[in-house]
């Protein structure tokens, strides 16, 4: 039994090690491939970048464009998932009793488990419904891949708002009434600052998901060398729909060096996401704390 103990703590450090292997062998092999790449020029080609990033010149051979799109999709999906999705876990965890809590967490489960290609088809297919209906000039733009990566990603933001506040103690549950607050106060001031690392977990992987996911902006508005984004309802560049094209298409192995510069720009967002969420939170516990 001794031996067998041993045997499955070194595999469990070894399972534990894993995912930071995975990571720096992943970083590694896109440094490599990206080598002599990754440079402003990647970003911004031939345009100067300031004229880039103040005056909003043209980038044709760079993959500015790509980013300030995948932010774009990002924030309005944010936008649509992070309070809908807050305020539906409050729901489920504090209010929603009996067979609908079971119905409505079934369906948060059901919308989880769906392909990214169909939520697109729905982005589609509501665009189609539009122009036949109240909109006849209405296309595809990036107000649509928004609120469709929104909806993809609202699932991970209920299911994070209600596991960390089912989890919480009883006695913090009871630390607001002992108090005085009501049932809104003791959720808003108590419940919710102790629960916001899971929260705030839900939404890095939420925005996480939205940056890099791509069929869902292929068929709702991205496309290849469209340039800067003049208003919602443009077409736009992202970075995953980039890289993907990158491999499918590329001529030289210049190219196939910046789609990988731009896998590793796509990586360093997320990791940007998720150090921002972790500054937030940590924010916010001394604010709690201190008030």
């Given at each position: 039994m001794?031996r067998f103990?041993?045997?499955?703590s070194v595999?469990c450090?070894?399972c534990?090690l894993?995912p930071?292997?995975?990571?720096?062998f992943?970083?590694?092999?896109?440094?490599?491939?990206?080598?002599g790449?990754l440079?402003l020029?990647?970003?911004?080609?031939?345009?100067p970048?300031?004229?880039?990033?103040?005056h909003f010149a043209p980038?044709?051979?760079?993959?500015w464009?790509a980013?300030f799109?995948?932010?774009?999709?990002?924030?309005?999906?944010g936008i649509?998932?992070v309070?809908?999705g807050?305020?539906?876990?409050?729901?489920?965890?504090?209010?929603?009793?009996?067979?609908f809590?079971?119905?409505l967490?079934?369906?948060?489960d059901l919308?989880a488990g769906?392909p990214?290609?169909?939520?697109?088809?729905?982005?589609?297919?509501?665009i189609?419904?539009?122009?036949?209906?109240l909109?006849?000039?209405?296309g595809t733009c990036?107000?649509?891949?928004?609120?469709c990566?929104?909806?993809l990603?609202?699932?991970?933001?209920v299911n994070?708002?209600?596991?960390?506040?089912?989890?919480?103690?009883h006695?913090?549950r009871?630390?607001?009434p002992?108090?005085g607050l009501?049932r809104?106060?003791?959720i808003r001031?108590i419940?919710?600052?102790?629960?916001g690392r899971g929260i705030?977990s839900?939404?890095v992987l939420?925005?996480?998901r939205a940056a890099?996911?791509?069929?869902?902006?292929?068929?709702t508005?991205a496309?290849?060398n469209?340039?800067?984004?003049?208003?919602?309802?443009d077409?736009?560049e992202?970075?995953?729909f980039?890289?993907?094209t990158t491999a499918?298409?590329?001529?030289?192995p210049?190219?196939?060096?910046?789609?990988f510069g731009a896998?590793?720009?796509?990586?360093?967002l997320?990791?940007?996401l998720?150090l921002?969420?972790?500054?937030?939170?940590?924010?916010?516990e001394?604010r709690?704390?201190?008030?």
């Amino acid at each position: 039994m001794t031996r067998f103990h041993h045997v499955f703590s070194v595999l469990c450090r070894l399972c534990a090690l894993l995912p930071g292997a995975v990571l720096l062998f992943l970083v590694g092999f896109l440094l490599q491939q990206s080598r002599g790449r990754l440079d402003l020029q990647l970003l911004f080609g031939d345009t100067p970048p300031l004229d880039a990033l103040i005056h909003f010149a043209p980038v044709w051979d760079g993959i500015w464009p790509a980013c300030f799109g995948t932010f774009c999709v990002v924030a309005l999906a944010g936008i649509v998932a992070v309070p809908l999705g807050i305020l539906c876990g409050i729901h489920l965890s504090e209010f929603a009793r009996g067979r609908f809590r079971t119905m409505l967490s079934f369906c948060v489960d059901l919308l989880a488990g769906m392909p990214s290609i169909l939520m697109g088809l729905f982005g589609f297919a509501l665009i189609l419904f539009l122009r036949h209906t109240l909109l006849p000039d209405a296309g595809t733009c990036l107000l649509l891949s928004g609120f469709c990566m929104g909806l993809l990603v609202l699932p991970y933001m209920v299911n994070a708002t209600y596991s960390s506040l089912s989890g919480l103690p009883h006695d913090i549950r009871l630390l607001g009434p002992s108090l005085g607050l009501n049932r809104m106060q003791t959720i808003r001031h108590i419940l919710l600052p102790s629960a916001g690392r899971g929260i705030l977990s839900g939404l890095v992987l939420s925005l996480g998901r939205a940056a890099e996911d791509t069929a869902v902006i292929m068929l709702t508005g991205a496309v290849a060398n469209a340039g800067m984004p003049r208003s919602l309802l443009d077409k736009y560049e992202a970075l995953p729909f980039y890289i993907y094209t990158t491999a499918a298409e590329y001529q030289t192995p210049e190219e196939l060096k910046a789609g990988f510069g731009a896998a590793l720009v796509l990586l360093i967002l997320t990791t940007g996401l998720f150090l921002a969420a972790h500054l937030l939170h940590n924010a916010m516990e001394r604010r709690w704390r201190q008030g």
